[in-house]
């Protein structure tokens, strides 16, 4: 990517890269946050802070189990119509 002799530019380059890429990643968890925790009903952090122990103690797994499901249940219901 750099090399010792890179020059200025390319350093640039290579920092505005690095920043986009960052702000695309931020925006695609925040998306993907905003999406999830929908199904908590909590949309501010300090409604996800006032949840119940279980709730906050969720695994990755566990919320990966619930949005399968409503997928599922979802895709059920679309081809029903």
Known sequence: MLSEKSSTDEIYE????????????????NHSLGFALRFLQAATIDEIYALNEPEKKKTL??????????????RRLSIAY
Do not use: D, H, Y
């Open 14 to 29: 290579v920092i505005g890269k690095l920043l986009i890429t960052t702000q695309g990643v931020e925006r695609l968890i």
């Open 61 to 74: 797994g566990a919320l990966l189990r619930e949005l399968r499901e409503r997928e599922s249940q979802s």
